[in-house]
């Protein structure tokens, strides 16, 4: 059971893990992204993060992925609301995130994947944000 409480504050990335839909599990990002997860116990949550794409057989490239709007809590399940977005096409949806905390990390699954397609599992770690 997650809880608004148990996620009010900011939250630094550490790590992405995609999954596709035969199971492979990859890292799409090279070291050192960043981004910030910010929840506020009024119920809004914004999320921004940059990081170096890994693409095969080519350079990489810098992918730079923001959303924001209200959120809630359902059972395991975070969900955010999105009002304004850096991919036009998931404003006025809502992205379901399984929701835990292990470690003193967040973990935030997404299946399917926003960029994973069918069958995908996004991984995301978020650790507390540090001042």
Same mark, same amino acid.
């Given at each position: ?26 890292? $799409?990002?090279?070291? =050192?992204? +960043? ?6 116990? %009024?119920?809004?949550?914004?999320? /921004? *993060?940059? !990081? ?35 991919? $036009?096409?998931?404003? =006025?949806? +809502? ?6 905390? %292990?470690?003193?990390?967040?973990? /935030? *699954?997404? !299946? ?20």
């Amino acid at each position: 059971m997650i809880e608004t409480k148990d996620l009010v504050g900011a939250w630094t990335i550490e790590a992405f893990k995609l999954t596709d839909g035969k199971g492979v599990t990859i890292e $799409p990002w090279e070291p =050192g992204a +960043t981004g910030y997860l910010v929840y506020g116990a %009024e119920g809004h949550m914004a999320a /921004l *993060i940059t !990081a170096r794409e890994k693409i095969a057989g080519a350079a990489s490239r810098t992918t730079t992925l923001g959303y924001s709007g209200p959120f809630e809590c359902k059972g395991t399940h975070v969900l955010h609301h999105v009002t304004v977005a850096s991919q $036009p096409g998931i404003v =006025g949806t +809502t992205q379901r995130r399984e929701a835990r905390l %292990e470690d003193g990390r967040l973990i /935030l *699954i997404s !299946a399917p994947s926003l960029v994973g397609g069918p069958g995908s599992k996004a991984e995301l770690f978020w650790r507390r944000a540090q001042k």
